[in-house]
């Protein structure tokens, strides 16, 4: 865990470097001045950042994979197929009494047009 957090502390103050480093080269710029060496800074800082945000994410962390690890995933019922088939078909069902339910209004609606239009002969 301290990695974790050495690594990630890192690269915060290496980004507040480059920022820091972009605004000495902005004003060496206004000035009149053209300091190269500072965009080379920057570089250097953004790059090694990237580099220890990618460590860090690769190191596991303990409060949140240590319950994960030791878990079996067999006895889980959340991973249970026989509730997801039930949800489908439920939902399944929905769906078709949806689809009468609209086909009815579609019917209803052309009726009362009909007989609207008839009604004004």
């Known amino acids: 865990m301290g990695k974790f957090i050495l690594?990630?502390?890192?690269a915060f103050l290496l980004i507040a470097a480059s920022l820091v480093s972009?605004?000495?080269?902005i004003q060496g710029l206004s000035t009149g001045q053209n300091p190269w060496y500072?965009?080379?800074?920057?570089?250097i800082c953004i790059s090694l950042a990237a580099f220890c945000m990618l460590k860090a994410s690769s190191i596991k962390n303990p409060f949140f994979t240590d319950d994960m690890?030791?878990?079996?995933?067999?006895?889980d019922p959340s991973i249970a197929t026989t509730g997801l088939q039930n949800a489908v078909e439920k939902n399944n069902a929905i769906v078709s009494e949806w689809r009468k339910t609209n086909h009815?209004?579609?019917?209803m609606t052309?009726?009362?047009?009909?007989?609207?239009?008839?009604?004004?002969?």
């Open 7 to 10: 690594l990630t502390l890192g």
């Open 110 to 121: 052309m009726i009362k047009v009909s007989t609207n239009a008839q009604q004004k002969r």
């Open 69 to 75: 690890d030791n878990a079996p995933l067999e006895n």
């Open 22 to 25: 972009g605004y000495f080269y």
């Open 104 to 107: 009815m209004k579609d019917k």
């Open 38 to 43: 500072l965009l080379f800074i920057i570089l």
